[in-house]
């Protein structure tokens, strides 16, 4: 997953749901120096009994906000979602760049 | 890949059954597995050609290592099967577990994350002398942050919970341990649902997970624990600068940081965050919270006895009262008539 175009990611879930499984895993996609680049990634837990559903909120460098639902997507199609807004991203680098 | 001993296969082999033969006198009602005989004959047969040993029904013994096996680089006690023993043992014998989300820490973090919790379960004041007298035991050299590989701790759990190895002791051909087909079995028959523990903490078990073990439910510990990784004001408020320079680290921050507390498993109940909190916030340990227990008991008895005798105390305590001033009068009237009397005697007098 390219993570160098993003700048925050947002997320709220319930652990003890099966339905935050996405958004739990796309927090282990993240490289290990992501906050040392500068990425802003809070984490809200929701108590045990809330039915509030969970969200995902990425936010990427040109300043779009996305705005994920791991329980329709699924880890894959979130991954797909990011990555696609990122190529779009780079290609505008590689262009600005070279 | 070359052999790791320059000897021939087939005469090692010969050797070890020879060994097995000639060692044999004792009689243990061991079943000889036809397999491995018959893998044998086929080995013996189809790649080595030239032994002509009679081999077939005769069994090597249980540690023959080929001599072309390379010597094995893995530890012995990753393999799956001494690690779901290890974990149904873990299971069984931690009543306090704490599951964290760590998302790819680095070797240096995780070394300065187990550094910081290892100085604040140090600092925790060892309990007094128990109720025996005995000294204590010191449990915080025996709390650990390990990292757990969830399918097969998945299966471990699941063997905790729905195996009985007690109840398989009257059936014929049931094995009683964990590794056995008789424990496979059980658990893929089982349902699994809410009502049991493993279906409250599975949907935990996703993604890179760690543990923090407890010997013992020690809500001391816990709070210490707490406080370092998954502090939160006020009651569980991480280590101030001053006291703990080593925590504010950007090292150990950063691994902090990449740390969730997602949940924990207290006497086989799972409880979530508020939960935690509430188990580590109880003061004096779990004999605090017997005597607390006993105190309520007690003055719950003593509360509804008042609240039951009130009226009529209260209606006692009047009539006393307009008694004792009914006779404060009398005597008030008979002392005045006394003194009066007295008065008048002594002007008399």
């Known amino acids: 997953m390219i993570t160098r175009f993003i700048t925050e990611v947002k997320t709220k879930f319930n652990p003890f749901s099966m339905r935050s499984r996405a958004t739990r895993l796309f927090l282990s996609y993240l490289p290990p120096n992501a906050r040392n680049q500068g990425m802003q990634i809070t984490t809200k837990l929701l108590p045990r009994t809330s039915t509030e559903p969970n969200s995902l909120v990425v936010k990427f460098k040109d300043g779009k906000t996305m705005d994920l639902n791991g329980e329709v997507l699924g880890i894959k199609g979130i991954i797909e979602e990011v990555d696609r807004h990122s190529r779009a991203l780079q290609k505008q680098a590689d262009l600005s760049d070279g | ?349």
Not at chain 2, 68 to 88: D, F, I
Not at chain 2, 324 to 343: F, P, R, S
């Open chain 2, 1 to 349: 890949m070359p052999p790791r001993l320059n000897c021939s296969a087939g005469s090692s082999i010969g050797r070890a059954v020879q060994r097995t033969t000639s060692s044999s006198t004792t009689t243990i009602t061991t079943r000889v597995p036809v397999l491995v005989a018959q893998n044998l004959n086929k080995l013996v047969s189809s790649q080595y050609a030239t032994v002509t040993r009679q081999i077939g029904g005769l069994r090597l013994p249980d540690d023959y290592v080929p001599p072309t096996q390379p010597p094995t680089a893995r530890r012995p006690e990753l393999r799956k099967a001494q690690m779901l023993r290890t974990y149904t043992a873990l299971l069984r014998s931690t009543p306090l577990m704490l599951f964290f989300q760590h998302n790819n820490l680095t070797a240096v973090e995780w070394s300065a994350v187990r550094r910081e919790l290892r100085a604040a379960l140090a600092a925790v004041p060892a309990p007094t002398a128990g109720p025996d007298g005995t000294a204590p035991v010191d449990i915080a050299s025996s709390i650990d942050l390990v990292v757990l590989r969830t399918r097969i701790f998945n299966v471990a759990y699941k063997i905790v919970d729905f195996f009985d190895p007690k109840a398989q002791v009257d059936k014929s051909n049931a094995y009683t341990h964990d590794l056995s087909k008789t424990a496979y079995e059980t658990i893929r028959s089982a349902d699994i649902d809410e009502s049991s523990t493993y279906g409250q903490i599975s949907p935990l078990l996703i993604g890179p997970v760690a543990a923090v073990t407890f010997p013992v439910v020690s809500p001391a510990h816990l709070a210490a624990v707490l406080k370092v990784l998954a502090p939160s004001a006020p009651a569980f408020a991480p280590p101030t600068r001053k006291k703990n320079p080593g925590y504010y680290d950007p090292v150990a921050q950063s691994g902090f940081q990449k740390l969730i507390l997602i949940g924990g498993r207290v006497e086989n109940k799972a409880f979530d965050y508020d939960g935690l909190k509430w188990v580590g916030g109880i003061e004096g340990g779990l004999d605090g919270l017997r005597a607390q227990l006993v105190s309520l008991l007690q003055n719950a008895g003593l509360g509804l006895t008042t609240a039951l005798e009130g009226h009529s105390k209260g209606l006692w305590l009047a009539l006393e009262g307009r008694r004792t001033q009914l006779e404060e009068e009398a005597n008030g009237g008979k002392k005045e008539e006394g003194e009066a009397a007295a008065a008048a005697a002594a002007e008399t007098s």
